[in-house]
């Protein structure tokens, strides 16, 4: 006994042609996941944040790395960081909120400190601020189904394509 095998060639083209449709549509799919997932980890790092610094939390574009990874940041990026007028940008609060602050400093050895808030002077006492982690905790809370979010996109255009 022996097996025969054999190919019809006007498939094979049609197949050809659907998997160079398929190289654009995947592109397209991955891109709209990982978009969909940051938006995801966006909401759940701002309902996280303290609400003085919710609104600075960000997603920025999509890039490519230099191994031809695809990445998009999520959280307070360099806009956040800009000063606004006299105040600090409100991701420099956000991350002092993120990481906390020591109640002491080994440079100065007053409990207090000047603060300068809308060009008054103000003496503040210092003192620890405890983190209250809100990047980390919303992406780690969240990247699972980012990334189910992404291979679902994948998976519906393959369907989609070779059907």
């Known amino acids: 006994m022996s097996d025969v095998f054999s190919m019809d060639f006007a498939r094979l083209g ?3 042609e659907k998997l160079n449709l398929l190289d654009d549509n995947v592109n397209a799919a991955v ?9 995801l980890i966006e909401a ?8 003085k610094t919710a609104s ?3 997603t920025g574009s999509i890039y490519s790395t230099k191994k031809g ?7 307070y990026l360099s806009d956040s960081f800009k000063k606004n007028g006299d105040k600090d940008g409100l991701g420099l609060i956000g991350t002092i909120y993120e990481f ?8 100065r050895s007053s409990d207090t400190m000047i ?3 809308g060009g008054t002077e103000y003496e503040v006492k210092k003192g620890t601020i405890q983190p209250v982690p809100h990047i980390r905790r919303g992406f780690d809370n969240k990247s699972g189904q980012a990334a189910l979010i992404t291979v679902n996109y994948v998976n519906d255009k393959i369907e989609e394509v070779l059907d």
Not at 69 to 75: A, E, H, P, R, T
Request: a positive charge; aromatic letters at 2%.
């Open 14 to 16: 049609d197949f050809i």
């Open 69 to 75: 990874k695809l990445k998009v940041d999520v959280g």
């Open 100 to 107: 906390g602050r020591p109640g002491s400093s080994p440079q």
């Open 31 to 39: 891109r709209a996941g990982i978009h969909e997932g940051a938006a």
């Open 115 to 117: 603060q300068k808030r």
């Open 44 to 51: 759940e790092q701002k309902r996280l944040a303290p609400s």
């Open 56 to 58: 600075a939390i960000k």
